[in-house]
């Protein structure tokens, strides 16, 4: 989560630091927020990346992510997407 609002948490290392990216809603916007591994997220230092209505993010089962996004013209899409590591 960033502060209480849902988000898909994407970690990776580079040069021995650790960064997560988190995607989320946050004032009708898709947000990206990358930050070193740790520190706290806060929603109003993502940038926004796609104006639209909703988006949800659910667990499906572990490792697997039900992904809905309702666009600026109330079109809906869905879609999984499923957890893989290259660890």
């Not at 499906?60 to 957890?83: K, L, N, P, W």
């Amino acid at each position: 989560k960033v502060e209480d609002t849902p988000a898909l948490a994407l970690t990776a290392e580079k040069k021995n630091t650790s960064y997560t990216t988190y995607i989320y809603y946050y004032e009708g916007n898709v947000c990206e927020l990358l930050i070193k591994s740790g520190k706290t997220p806060v929603c109003s230092q993502g940038t926004p990346v796609a104006e639209v209505q909703n988006l949800t993010l659910e667990e499906a089962e572990e490792g697997c992510f039900h992904v809905s996004v309702t666009d600026s013209s109330g079109q809906v899409t869905e879609s999984y997407i499923r957890a893989v590591s290259d660890r």
